[in-house]
C-alpha cells in the first residue's frame, strides 16, 4: 500500500507538468518514417542493451561500434534509430559475447518498471486481459520490435498472441522474438502472481544451433518452420484478476 501511494504521488505530480497520455507517448514514443521511408524507433531499446552490455564489462563504445551512435546519442528525445542500426548492435552484443542464445537473458533482465508509466499502467491493471491488450498497443515501442502482435481469444478461454513481421528483419526477427517471448512469461508470472506456463508454441523460422534453450526456457511443446510465430495460453483465461491491481492507480496512469 505504501508503494502504491508512492506511485500515485510521482505520477500525480508528473499530471500537473504534463498530461500523462502526452508523456507515455514522450517515454515510449512510436515508430516512425525516415527520410527514405525506412522503420525507426527510439532508443529506449538500445539502452536497454548497452546497460545490460555494462554489466557483463563491455563498454558501451564497443556495443555500438559501426552504428555512428555515440553513447550520449540515446540521452537525446529526438533520436531515432533505424533497422541497420539495431541489427548491428545486436550482431556486436552476440560477437562480444560468444552467445547467439542472448535474447534470452535479454528477455530475463527486463523489469516493469523499466517501461515507464506503461509498465505502471500494466502493472495496476485490474485484469489479464487489460494488461496483455496495452502491452500489444505499446509493444513496438516497448520492446523495440518491427513486429504486430495480435491477440485471438477462442470461446474456451484460451488465447493466442501471434507475433508478424512488419517488415523482413532476418535474423533480427528471432532474437527478438526470443527476447519478447521470454518478457511475456517473465513479465506476467510477475502479474498473476504464479508462473506463466504457454500451452504451446510454434516458430516461423527453422531451429537455431541453440535449440535446446528454446524448450529449457519455454517448458512446452514446440514447432519450428511453421507458418506463424505464435504462443498459445489454456491457462489463466483473460479474466485472471491482477494481484497489482489499482484502479485509482490505472486511471492516473491512462
Known amino acids: 500500500e505504501v508503494q502504491k501511494l508512492s506511485l500515485r504521488g510521482k505520477l500525480l505530480d508528473k499530471m500537473h507538468s504534463t498530461p500523462l497520455n502526452e508523456a507515455l507517448h514522450a517515454t515510449i514514443g512510436d515508430p516512425v518514417s525516415g527520410l527514405r521511408g525506412e522503420l525507426m524507433l527510439r532508443p529506449i531499446k538500445i539502452r536497454h542493451y548497452v546497460a545490460l552490455m555494462q554489466s557483463k564489462g563491455f563498454a558501451p563504445e564497443r556495443v555500438l561500434a559501426d552504428t555512428q551512435i555515440e553513447p550520449a546519442d540515446l540521452l537525446r528525445d529526438s533520436m531515432l534509430v533505424d533497422l541497420h542500426q539495431c541489427q548491428?548492435?545486436?550482431?556486436?552484443?552476440?560477437?562480444?559475447?560468444?552467445?547467439?542464445?542472448l535474447g534470452f537473458?535479454?528477455?530475463?533482465?527486463?523489469?516493469?518498471?523499466?517501461l515507464g508509466i506503461a509498465g505502471y499502467s500494466?502493472?495496476?491493471?485490474?485484469?489479464?486481459?487489460?494488461?496483455?491488450?496495452l502491452w500489444i498497443s505499446y509493444s513496438n515501442a516497448l520492446v523495440g520490435m518491427l513486429s504486430t502482435l495480435h491477440l485471438e481469444e477462442r470461446p474456451s478461454g484460451r488465447w493466442v498472441l501471434t507475433i508478424s513481421e512488419v517488415v523482413?528483419?532476418?535474423?533480427?526477427?528471432?532474437?527478438?522474438v526470443e527476447e519478447v517471448l521470454v518478457m511475456i512469461l517473465d513479465l506476467g508470472s510477475v502479474l498473476i502472481d504464479e508462473p506463466l506456463r504457454p500451452t504451446w508454441i510454434e516458430f516461423s523460422y527453422p531451429a537455431p544451433a541453440h535449440e535446446e534453450l528454446?524448450?529449457?526456457?519455454?517448458?512446452?511443446?514446440?514447432?519450428?518452420?511453421?507458418?506463424?510465430?505464435?504462443?498459445?495460453?489454456?491457462?489463466?483465461t483473460l479474466d485472471r484478476p491482477l494481484r497489482s491491481r489499482d484502479e485509482e492507480l490505472n486511471e492516473i496512469c491512462l
Open 88 to 101: 548491428t548492435v545486436v550482431s556486436n552484443m552476440i560477437a562480444l559475447t560468444g552467445n547467439p542464445g
Open 105 to 114: 537473458e535479454v528477455g530475463r533482465y527486463a523489469r516493469m518498471t523499466d
Open 168 to 176: 523482413p528483419t532476418g535474423f533480427f526477427f528471432n532474437f527478438s
Open 122 to 133: 500494466i502493472l495496476s491493471s485490474g485484469k489479464l486481459r487489460q494488461a496483455v491488450k
Open 214 to 236: 528454446y524448450f529449457r526456457y519455454f517448458k512446452c511443446p514446440i514447432r519450428f518452420n511453421a507458418h506463424h510465430t505464435r504462443i498459445v495460453f489454456d491457462a489463466p
